[in-house]
């Protein structure tokens, strides 16, 4: 396929464009089912869109697109909406490439091994932290995600837990308060009293530059005593709760989840039928994170269980340096194909709509009017390829609220 042209328009001569229509998309990728055939993922063929501004201004076949002032060919490329990445851990220092090898050549993954990048993170700059956070979030854009959720959690006091949270709020809306990572060592002896500090003080100092709050629940960080703690501290402040629930083993994470209204319940690895039920019956999305699993050799997530049982599920990366160091949404959703059941349709909506749901926001993951202009263009003929060619950089051009950044 030839690069996509465009015509002489306001973009070539520097002044500001009102109306652009990006035409001869193959397939579009709405995400909106009164588009299209219907289907969950609203699919329009020899499709056209508007960007107007920052925002969606029509969506529809070709043939009856509207004027606009300026014009794009897609070049018969297809369509979707810009990734939503709901899970991510970036404001972090050091390599851990060595742990990685070690747990392919047999040593099982545990929790643990945070406290590696702990000591590094606490002995990086600000300067060095927030180079660090630009540089995986620019590797992400150019892979397609327009939204990124990124956490705290690599600090563990009181200032490093601070400066991680406005070193992230700098670069994204989507930061999450995470001090209830694992208790760091000068606090073995006494996790109750670093419970105190997460709920306490260190909350004071995080709550102004986070949306969300988030705890490990899970054998060797948190008990569900402890996350209750935490995500009940984290409310009264204003804090919306998100929680790392069932990863490794059987136990409350997800059940709490639920029970307090989180906007997510991540990883979800270890799941009874009640925890299923749960999920969906409820409102809190279960996001699964297969890069984690592909990473460690963990057994995969079951998203074919949660998804006949009507669960809302989402795909994210869980990019952090120890257990799923990738960026790349396009990966997950191969992961998500081969390995957890899901059909390529499912596993796009969830990278894209599922995302949007597990940050509440109706705004992104969807290609409709009024929605924000979030999109990427695909060297491919249809957003199948994405699982049928994995690992292949298909991703042509890369639209931010109204904006070509890539």
Request: aromatic letters at 6%; charged letters at 20%; one cysteine or more.
């Amino acid at each position: 396929m030839t690069p996509p042209a465009t015509s002489a328009t306001a973009e070539t001569t520097g002044t500001a464009a009102a109306t652009t229509l990006i035409t001869n998309i193959a397939s579009l990728v709405t995400n909106d089912p009164s588009l299209g055939d219907g289907s969950p993922i609203g699919l329009i063929q020899d499709a056209a869109v508007v960007i107007d501004g920052d925002r969606i201004g029509w969506v529809g076949e070709s043939s009856k697109a509207p004027a606009t002032d300026n014009a794009l060919d897609a070049g018969g490329r297809s369509a979707l909406p810009g990734f939503v990445d709901s899970h991510s851990h970036l404001v972090f220092s050091g390599d851990r490439s060595q742990e990685f090898n070690a747990r392919m050549s047999g040593r099982a993954y545990s929790a643990g091994g945070i406290r590696t990048t702990v000591a590094a993170t606490r002995a990086a700059t600000d300067a060095e932290l927030s180079a660090n956070v630009a540089r995986y979030l620019d590797e992400a854009l150019r892979q397609g995600t327009t939204t990124q959720e990124t956490k705290s959690g690599y600090g563990l006091t009181v200032a490093d837990e601070a400066r991680a949270v406005r070193i992230a709020r700098d670069r994204t809306d989507e930061v999450t308060y995470l001090g209830a990572h694992v208790v760091p060592p000068e606090h073995t002896d006494d996790p109750a009293a670093y419970v105190e500090l997460v709920t306490g003080a260190m909350l004071d100092a995080c709550a102004p530059y986070a949306r969300w709050i988030d705890v490990f629940c899970e054998r060797g960080a948190f008990d569900g005593d402890q996350a209750r703690a935490v995500l009940t501290a984290g409310r009264a402040k204003g804090l919306h709760p998100r929680v790392h629930a069932n990863q490794l083993s059987y136990g409350p994470g997800v059940q709490l989840a639920v029970e307090l209204d989180a906007a997510s319940a991540d990883h979800c690895t270890h799941l009874t039928d009640a925890d299923v039920d749960a999920l969906a019956q409820g409102a809190t999305v279960a996001t699964l994170l297969p890069g984690a699993e592909f990473s460690t050799r963990a057994a995969w997530p079951d998203a074919r269980r949660l998804l006949d049982a009507g669960a809302t599920v989402a795909l994210s990366t869980d990019c952090n340096p120890g257990s799923s160091f990738t960026s790349s949404m396009p990966f997950c959703i191969a992961l998500a194909v081969r390995d957890m059941g899901m059909t390529p349709d499912e596993a796009v909506w969830s990278a894209t709509a599922g995302g949007a749901a597990a940050l509440r926001r109706t705004d992104i993951g969807r290609i409709t009017p009024g929605a924000r202009a979030d999109l990427v263009l695909l060297d491919a003929p249809n957003h199948v390829h994405l699982a049928y060619r994995p690992g292949v950089p298909l991703v042509s051009s890369v639209w931010r609220s109204g904006a070509r950044v890539h």
